[in-house]
Structures are given as C-alpha cells and as structure tokens.
C-alpha cells in the first residue's frame, strides 16, 4: 500500500471520460431559453437526446487541466524528435494571433475592410520568398504533406501544358511517408531511389532511373538522414536535364535558414512548415500551415487565392475567371484550401521572423546544427551514428550499439521518459536498422543538452551491462505503462458508448 | 537574441567537443557555390514591443466583425467561445506537444482525441468519427475518394447545395486520379434533380445541409436513391451548430458525413485554421482517412488510449495510404471539444434554437423591406436574400457605414448573372436586436 488510492501518484491523477461525468441538470454556459422559434421546420428536427454530457464550468476546466498533465510538451521537457523540429513556441506569437485584427475578421468581409490581414499574409510570403530565393509562393497549403500535393499539383500542371504526360515520380527510400502518399494522390507512380552508402541519393542509381516519363523527383534536403545532399547540384542538373522538375521537401528547412537559398541549388518547388521552422506550434497534431515556393516555370499554376497588388490596394484573386489571371497568363491548378490558408499560422510565423530578422534567423539554423553536431559527438562513444558527420540539425544512430543487449530501439526510446525526456524520432528514416533520429533545435540550453547525454548514455550503459531485457518493461513513472497497440487495432474501440445497462436482478 | 539560450562560450565549448574550427565547418557539405555570401533584404532581430508595434499596425486597419453589426457567414459563422477554451487550449502540455506518437506521455492528446471523436460520431449522428482533417473542403474531398474506394466507381455527384469551395477543393484534388467529378449548377432555391443523376457509375452524391444558400432538407429519400444504385450519401454540414436542433445526417441515411468544425472553439481568423471533422459508418474504417485514437490497456492492464488503425496511413503504407495526411488540426479538434463539452446537452441544444430564433427574427425584418425576398423557406441560422440590385454594391455601401452585412453570392460565382442579386446573411447568437435594427435600416436605406 502506498497510500495513494486509485493508481494516483502527487498531482498526476487519474481522470475519467467526460461522457463518464455526466451531471445532468449542470451547465458549463448560460444561455436563455427561446421557445417557438422552430415551428417552421417540422419534420427536420432531431428526435431524441444527442448524449452529449453536462458539466459545470469548474468540472471542464479541470478535467482538461489533467489530461494537459498527462502531456510531455516542449514547455516542460527536451522533445528531441528527429524530423519534427520541436522548437520553442514563442508566446508573443499566440499574442499576435489574438489581435482581434487578426482574430475577428472574417473570410468574406469586403477587401477594404481588411487591407491589414492581406499585407500581413503579402508580408509574410515576401519573408519566405526572400528567405528561399524563389520567385514566387502558394501559401494556402495547410501542412506539409498539403504542400507536396501543391507543389506536385503545379508540376503536373506544368508538364500537361508542355503536353508531356509523364507518369513517374521518383522517391528516396530514406523519404518521409507523405512524400510517395502525395505523389500517388497526385496520380503518379512511385518509383524509389536507393541511398549510398555515405546516406546521401546514390547518383548513379538516380540517373539511370530519370528518364523521359519521369515528371519529378522529390528530395528532402538536408535529408531524413540528417545530412546535407552534398551533390545536390548534380542531381538538381540531372533531373532538369532530363525534364523533370526538383521537388524539395522542406521539413528539415530549419538547419539551413539564412545560410543557403533553396533557388541556389536548383529546386523548383520546396513547401515549408511554418509548424517547423518557424516555431508555430504543432499544437498535439496541428494545425499546421505548408506554403510552397515556386520557381518561374510553375509560378502560373499555383493554386487560388492569390494576393495581388492593384490600384485600390491588396486584393484577393479567388475565381478562376478573374480578369487579373488572364492579364498576367496565369492558369491556377484549382483550389486545395478553403478560404485563404492558415491565416493564424502566417501571424505566428511572421511575429516570429520578425523577432529573429536575417541575423537571428541565421544564428537559429548554426545553433541547430551545433546543437545535433554536439550530440553527435558526445554520443558517438556509446552509440552507433550511422554516418560520419558533420551532420546537420538532427544526428542519426541506428542499432548497432544494442547488439547482444536483449534492449531495442524502442526500449531506449521509452526509458528516456523516465528520466523525463521525451524519446527522439524512432524507426524512421527506414534506410537503417532501428533508427533513433535526435534533433535538439537551437532552443535548448546546453546544460539540457549534457544532461540529455549523460542520462542517454547511462541508459545504453545499463542496456550493455546486462539491463538490457530490464529496460523492455520502461516507462514506469509516466502516467502508463506501454500500452497494447496490437489489442486496440485488432478490436478498434474509436469512441466511448454508454455502458449496457446492468441485467435486472433475478 | 531571446530564444537562443547558447552563449558564446556555450558555443566554443561545443565546437571543441566537435573538434571543429567554426560553424561553418559544420557545413562544408554544402556546395561553396550555394552558399549565401550576402545579408538577405530582411530586417534584423527585433524586440517583442517592437514586433509587437509593426504586427499591431497591420491589425489596426481591419474591421472586426465585434466592433461592427456582423452577419457574415458562407461556411464560416461567427459565435461566442466561453473564455475557458482558450485559456485551456494555451496550456503548454497541449500547446507544445507533436501527435501523440510515444502514448505514454501523451495520453492528455489522446485522451481527448478520443472523447472528440464520440462528440462528433454523437452529433452526426454516425457510428465513427476520425482525429480531424485540415478543414471542411479537405474533408470534403477525402471523403469524395474514400467513396470511390468502397464502391470502385468513378464518379462524384457534387450537389449545387455544396460550399463553392468544397466543390472546387474536391474538384482539384481528385483531377488526376481517374476520378469524374459531376458539378450541378449553384441552386439557391433547392429545386435540383440530384436523384435522376444517379447511376451505375456515381460512387457517392456530396450534398450540403443547410445548404450554402441556407435551405434545409430531409435527406432520407436522396439516401434511399442511392442505397438502391449502390452508391454512397456523403453529407456534408458547414455550420455543426445545426446539429444541435436539426436531425442529425446519420438520422436521414448517410454514408458519410464531413463538417467543418471552426463554428465550435475556434473562431474566425480570417478564415483559417480551420477543422475538418469526418465520420462515417463502422463498416468503412479501414478506408477511413486521417488519425484515430483508440481505446485499450498498458502493461499493468490500465485503460488508455493510442493511435490506431495506421495500416491505412502515409508513414506505413507509403503510396497505398488512404490519403497523405499527417499533421491535421490537433489544437482545433481541442477547442472543438473543449466548447462542446461547456454546452453539454442542454447547451448544444440551446444555442442551436438561439441562432434559429436569430436568423428567424432577422429574415422577417428584411423580408419587411420592400422589393427584398427571402429565398429559403426553412432555413437555420442563414438564408440567402434576393436583392432588386446586385448585392456586392450594396455590401460596399454598408460597409462603408460599418454594417458588414453579409456575402454576396457573386463573390463565388461571377459567371451566374442570376445569382448577382444573391446576398447571403446569417445570425448567431451574437447579433443583437441592434444589430439587426441596424442591418434593416441600412438595407432599406442603401436600397432606396
Ligand atoms: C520529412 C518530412 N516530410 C513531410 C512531412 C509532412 O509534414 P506535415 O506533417 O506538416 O504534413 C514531415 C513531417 O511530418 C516530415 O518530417
């Protein structure tokens, strides 16, 4: 007996499903009654109660309060989860986005109502254009994998008014899994592109893959490997010399800001998440924003709405019959967004590029890639990087170091929660046997850093000298244990249902 | 620099740990003749009041819709968030957390997740619900290809009830994938023959309600058309506050149903973000798109919640996914359900009889306007109105006099002259009797 009832252990309680609170008769609003006003849609009215649960305003905000406690966030511990660029978020950003000029104005007010948010959404395309060297951007994609379907989109697009219809597009395999989805929902075939063995796109196994019904290649840069493609310019040549456009995947943006332009090393088209690089927050899975730049040759197609300059000021191009179109020969591939995109996130991202500027932009990528460097290094001892660095803004190991230990990626992943950190990217990229991907960002201390080798390296410590099968029952003093994925994916329950009423008694 | 928590010392330190010269040694991967030798054309590093001022000043110029009489909607409606939404959504534990890959340590994200979805699968009216997309288009279209998956059939019927976005959203993203998409003309009154159109070939029919013009229908007979073609009703609802007072489409025979989910916790922001909410029927799954949390149980066989089901998902099934999502609307799918769960039963209800009873009083004072017409019999909280002049001049002239009166049809639709006439306007619980004072006098005014 530990003198906690109920599993609870300090603060960290235990706390039911609302639908398992229900308190009918309480109220978290107070709303007036209105009667009659219905009478006219007879036959359309719901029939019977919805089984929504009612609660008092003090039982929600407590009930939300402790499921936040169950949460590792960035606020409270390192989140070094490769690919995912867990930065700090910047509070005076949410302040901006809370501007009621901001925050309370709709879609569909009249133009000149809202001059303000049209060059705040101008401004901050311009920050991105400049920052990446392209001539031209989408911004109304929602996330990443929304601005690989755009950017896709206008190839497509491109490649029809050349009158080529080409059918394959080529993937790394090291590529993140949006990369082929994208392509596929942009109705190509994917056709993947080994690596070699320094991580980097083997060349020769990409040229002898490009070829006439090759409409593009998609490459994230630096790579999922954490690695600058280091022949980027030859592939860049490659691809357009064998008329195919260069899709880069911006997700790793994040090392390079401010240093290299991705127009200097041949990309047609790159999408950026601003709830990467540029510190939005992910918010436990969104929302996120993917605007894409354009070079010139797909500029023409980039998606409605477009911002445009005119006499009367800012003005949105929402039609595809607009007269501004046929004026400057642009032909939009459609629409992918309702609306004018992630209008809150462009506030975000914008509070935070001003707030940084060119010089702090680019002192934030160098410490990025110091940071991972410095990992790098610390660990290099104890584990196994998969390549020599330098590396970029996240530092790959694979498994190797676990060999005979009885421990597995996953279980060094999970004792880290214990020591109150949360785990790095793991089993992702899929070119290495049980990945581990850390990527610190440039918004931790390196007193956190140490800590976070130290307590790294005392784990694998453990796992070598014969804890290895003890490591497998990690975490303990999360709020669960590991839990039993095969169980609920082979008897899904997606959503609570009220329990069957009790057999009356005999 | 304010987030950078290096020194210059950190950094020598860690550079000599690295054995390297300088940072920019770190990056001699990169090509020399890529590499930026020049300051960019951007500003410097700013102070946060300084940030703060440049951000204010593009603010100031906008007419907020709270300091204005306001009747704006077309897909996205304006509604009171009770002040502990956004106040639990800023917590940093959800604020600053990413999807909820490593369970244990974020069963707060899936928990909710999970009671988000049995919200939406309640007010729906359908059995399953998925984690949330990027909004009610992108829903919209995913929903077009997951019917297309289930029945093998080409072609979507796209109602002209339907949001003009969500048609053109759909439109482009299933143009290269073999799909048909069949588009009947925008129908403000609710006279199109959506059933003669069915055939052997349409896997779904999109229809809106309320539709975009704000009529309302029972859909039960559309259902019935196409169970008896075999293909599927997907529903779509643009204002979920509807639900509250409407038979839920589950109730009238959906397959699927896709809403958007800003009404709810998140509010206007100029449109975006926004929330995509989706469910659908048990039986359809594993065609679903997008995240699910599922229930289930640790090690120490507690109960607790994972994401599941991601055999159909972009990171594992690569090109076969069922769609590319990944990051959707986490943060919204909150404010969502943190709203919902403040309204409860009684709430929910409540608010929707509210917005009726507003449109209601407010549709028969216009109505009083000479040469006004109201189009829509039955409506909810919106209704289309046929002006005797066209509606984008007029919404001008009100603006000028601070009335944001609505949404002209033509702003969606410039090559329908019929509809130029065409104003949409809608009523929340937030328009006061002043407001509506305010809107009917500048109406008739403006008309005169
Ligand atoms: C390399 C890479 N590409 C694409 C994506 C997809 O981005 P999003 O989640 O914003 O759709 C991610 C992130 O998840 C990523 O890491």
Redesign the pocket.
């Known amino acids: 007996m530990t003198g906690y009832r109920d599993g609870h252990r300090g603060i960290l309680l235990e706390e039911p499903l609302i639908f398992e609170q229900d308190s009918p008769g309480c109220s978290g609003v107070d709303l007036p009654e209105v009667e009659g006003a219905e009478d006219t849609l007879d036959g359309l009215l719901r029939e019977g109660p919805i089984g929504l649960p009612d609660l008092a305003e003090p039982s929600v905000v407590r009930h939300y309060t402790r499921l936040s406690q169950k949460n590792f966030g960035i606020d409270s511990v390192f989140y070094p989860l490769?690919?995912?660029t867990m930065k700090h978020n910047p509070r005076l950003n949410e302040r901006m986005a809370r501007l009621p000029g901001f925050a309370d104005i709709h879609p569909f007010q009249p133009e000149t109502t809202v001059q303000g948010a049209l060059a705040l959404i101008d401004e901050c395309a311009r920050w991105l254009k400049t920052l990446t060297g392209m001539p031209a951007i989408a911004m109304s994609p929602?996330?990443?994998?929304?601005?690989?379907l755009c950017g896709l989109m206008t190839i497509r697009a491109a490649l029809d008014a050349r009158g080529e219809a080409r059918r394959r597009v080529l993937v790394p395999e090291s590529?993140?899994?949006?990369?082929p989805a994208s392509a596929a929902a942009c109705g190509y075939m994917v056709d993947s592109v080994p690596a070699n063995a320094r991580g980097r796109v083997d060349l020769a196994a990409l040229k002898a893959k490009l070829g006439p019904d090759v409409a593009a290649f998609m490459l994230?840069n630096p790579n999922?490997c954490g690695l600058f493609e280091d022949e980027i310019l030859e592939i860049a040549a490659a691809v357009h010399a064998a008329g195919a456009f260069f899709y880069c995947?911006?997700?790793?943006f994040n090392a390079i800001v401010g240093r290299v332009r991705i127009a200097d090393l041949g990309a047609d088209v790159m999408?950026i998440?601003l709830?990467?690089t540029f510190s939005t927050p992910h918010g436990g899975g969104?929302p996120?924003?993917?605007p894409t730049v354009l070079s010139h040759a797909l500029a023409p197609y980039a998606p409605l709405p477009l911002v445009i300059h005119d006499a009367g000021g800012l003005r949105l191009v929402e039609h595809p019959l607009d007269p501004a179109l046929r004026a400057t020969g642009a032909a939009p591939l459609g629409r992918l967004k309702g609306y004018h995109g992630q209008f809150g996130t462009f506030v975000r991202a914008l509070a935070y590029m001003m707030s940084h500027g060119a010089d702090g932009l680019l002192q934030a990528s160098s410490d990025a890639v110091l940071a991972a460097n410095y990992l790098l290094a610390e660990l290099s001892g104890d584990l196994t990087p998969s390549y020599p660095g330098p590396c970029m803004h996240e530092a790959l190991i694979d498994d190797r170091f676990l060999k005979d230990t009885g421990a597995t990626t996953l279980d060094i992943a999970k004792a880290l929660i214990d020591e109150g950190f949360h785990p790095m990217t793991m089993y992702?990229p899929l070119v290495v046997h049980g990945a581990l991907l850390i990527e610190p960002t440039e918004t931790e201390s390196k007193a956190t850093l140490d800590a976070f080798v130290a307590t790294l390296r005392d784990i694998v410590r453990r796992a070598k000298s014969g804890e290895g099968p003890a490591l497998r029952e990690a975490p303990h003093l999360a709020p669960r244990r590991r839990l039993d994925e095969t169980t609920a994916a082979r008897q899904p329950q997606l959503r609570w249902f009220p329990p069957a009423p009790a057999k009356a008694a005999e | 620099m304010r987030y950078l928590p290096l020194t210059e010392s950190d950094r020598g330190a860690m550079l000599a740990a690295i054995g390297a010269s300088s940072v920019d040694d770190l990056f001699r991967d990169v090509p020399a003749e890529a590499r930026l030798a020049r300051a960019l054309d951007l500003p410097n590093h700013a102070g946060e009041m300084e940030v703060e001022r440049r951000l204010s000043a593009l603010a100031a110029p906008n007419m907020t819709a709270g300091s204005v009489p306001f009747f704006l909607g077309a897909g996205v409606y304006r509604h009171h968030i009770p002040a502990a939404v956004d106040a639990l959504i800023q917590r940093g534990e959800f604020l600053t957390s990413y999807?909820p890959y490593q369970p244990e340590v974020s069963q707060g994200t899936l928990q909710y997740l999970f009671e988000f979805q049995t919200q939406v699968a309640l007010i729906t009216g359908m059995e399953v619900a998925n984690a949330s997309m990027y909004d009610g288009a992108t829903a919209c279209a995913e929903a077009a290809a997951m019917a297309c998956r289930i029945t093998r059939r080409p072609e979507v019927l796209l109602s002209g009830s339907l949001h003009p976005h969500y048609r053109a959203v759909t439109a482009t993203a299933l143009q290269h994938t073999g799909h048909r998409i069949e588009e009947l003309a925008p129908d403000p009154v609710g006279i199109e023959d959506l059933m003669g159109r069915i055939g052997g070939d349409t896997a779904c029919v999109v229809v809106q309600n309320p539709s975009f013009f704000g009529g309302l229908r029972d859909l039960a007979a559309l259902a019935a058309a196409c169970r008896a073609e075999g293909a599927l009703l997907v529903v779509a609802v643009a204002e979920p506050v509807s639900l509250g007072l409407l038979k839920s489409p589950g109730a009238m025979g959906a397959d699927i149903v896709i809403a958007e989910g800003q009404s709810l916790g998140v509010g206007l922001s100029f449109g975006g973000p926004g929330l995509g909410l989706f469910a659908t029927r048990e039986k359809y799954v594993r065609q679903m798109p997008g995240r699910l949390a599922g229930q289930t149980v640790d090690a120490d066989g507690r109960r607790g919640w994972v994401l599941t089901l991601s055999t159909r998902e972009q990171?594992i099934r690569r090109e076969k996914a069922t769609s590319?999502?990944?990051?959707n609307s986490g943060l919204c799918a909150l404010a969502f359900s943190i709203h919902m769960t403040l309204l409860g039963e009684q709430g929910f209800r409540r608010l929707a009889r509210i917005n009726h009873a507003a449109a209601a009083k407010l549709a028969a004072r216009l109505r009083a306007i000479p040469r006004v017409r109201v189009l829509a019999r039955r409506f909810f909280n919106e209704f289309a109105l046929l002006l005797p002049t066209a509606a984008a001049p007029v919404v001008e002239e009100l603006a000028a006099r601070r009335i944001l009166a609505g949404v002209p049809a033509s702003r969606f639709y410039p090559d329908f002259p019929e509809l130029a006439d065409v104003l949409l306007v809608a009523a929340t619980e937030t328009a006061t009797e002043s407001d509506m004072d305010a809107l009917a006098a500048g109406l008739a005014e403006v008309l005169k």
């Open positions: 490769g690919s995912c929602a996330a990443g994998a929304h601005g690989e590529a993140h899994g949006t990369n994230t999922t995947d911006g997700a790793n999408h998440n709830h990467k969104g996120g924003a993917g992702f | 999807t990171h590319n999502i990944c990051t």
